[in-house]
């Protein structure tokens, strides 16, 4: 029992090192950095979104025809729209939409990706097949396209587009996890659990499936950007949120009819886009170049 302690924290020992190692690369890499402060920053942002907005009643069915189309100033730095409200407060709001949408939508994509995915990887047979021939259907649509095809059918709400951004996610999942698990059960620690008696349910949700959340995380990370763009188009097109609610899509529907004289209607929503995906594509990078190293120190060491 002593021999297994200290070997349990030599573990814990290395694993820790390993970690602060692949913490120590990441910060080296100024990039990744800047992806995490972007993303820190707007969803502090987005978070207080009422404290920080400079008219945070704006971001409702609000009007001030007294106010309509006045460009960048000190009172109004993103100028106002049509009607009168400000477009820095409902850039704003519009982060705490848009991110919101894309961690609702990666969480649903990832409790069926990750579970299908799991079941088809490690329990083979025809219920397999079924699912990773399912999964194949799903990736051949493109996932916009799929995304309008099932938006199209639904009412025409944020709800029902966050339904079918979800309804095309879910198969990058399991391709993904399907693929890490057929290699992570020929593993020895694997092995190890079974010839201990180790249920095929425990072996498959509490041995193989920790041991493959680190492609799983770098592919959030990814996706969250291009989760933020299908939410942006569906609404651009009438399909996701409605007006009056400050969504980035609907503000660039909305701008691109007065474009180019009043520029700053469809330009700031755009930047404000462009930010967010920027930001988490960085930080996903970093994070896929720390943890590859890590699963190949891990895997060698098993």
């Known amino acids: 029992m002593g021999g297994v302690a200290v070997a349990g924290g030599e573990l814990r020992a290395t694993r820790r090192e390993e970690w602060r190692r692949a913490w120590h690369r990441f910060r080296s890499s100024t990039l990744s950095l800047v992806g995490l402060g972007i993303i820190l920053v707007m969803a502090l942002a987005a978070a207080l979104a009422p404290l920080v907005a400079p008219h945070p009643e704006h971001a409702g069915a609000f009007v001030d025809f007294g106010n309509t189309f006045r460009p960048p100033t000190r009172a109004y730095p993103f100028g106002t729209d049509d009607v009168g409200r400000d477009v820095l407060s409902r850039v704003i709001f519009g982060a705490r939409l848009s991110m919101s949408v894309g961690v609702l939508v990666l969480a649903i994509a990832l409790v069926i990706g990750v579970t299908l995915g799991l079941i088809a990887g490690y329990w083979t047979g025809w219920w397999s097949s079924l699912i990773m021939r399912m999964t194949d259907v799903f990736l051949a649509i493109p996932s916009i396209v ?63 499936l920790p041991n493959v959340w680190s492609p799983v995380i770098v592919k959030l990370t990814l996706d969250m950007g291009f989760v933020i763009l299908v939410e942006t188009g569906l609404s651009f097109l009438g399909l996701g949120a409605q007006p009056p609610t400050p969504a980035w899509g609907t503000m660039i529907a909305e701008g691109r009819i007065y474009m180019p004289g009043h520029w700053w209607m469809a330009t700031f929503p755009g930047l404000a886009i462009f930010v967010a995906v920027l930001g988490f594509n960085l930080l996903g990078d970093g994070l896929r170049d720390v943890f590859d190293v890590q699963i190949e120190q891990w895997r060698g060491g098993a």
Do not use: D, H
Request: glycine share 4%; net charge positive.
């Open 146 to 208: 799929l995304a309008l095809a099932v938006a199209a059918v639904l009412k025409p709400n944020l709800v029902n587009a966050m339904i079918a951004i979800a309804f095309t996610w879910w198969p990058w999942y399991t391709r993904l996890v399907y693929g890490e698990v057929l290699s992570a059960k020929q593993e020895a620690y694997v092995e190890a659990s079974r010839s201990v008696g180790a249920s095929p349910w425990r072996v498959a949700f509490q041995e193989i």
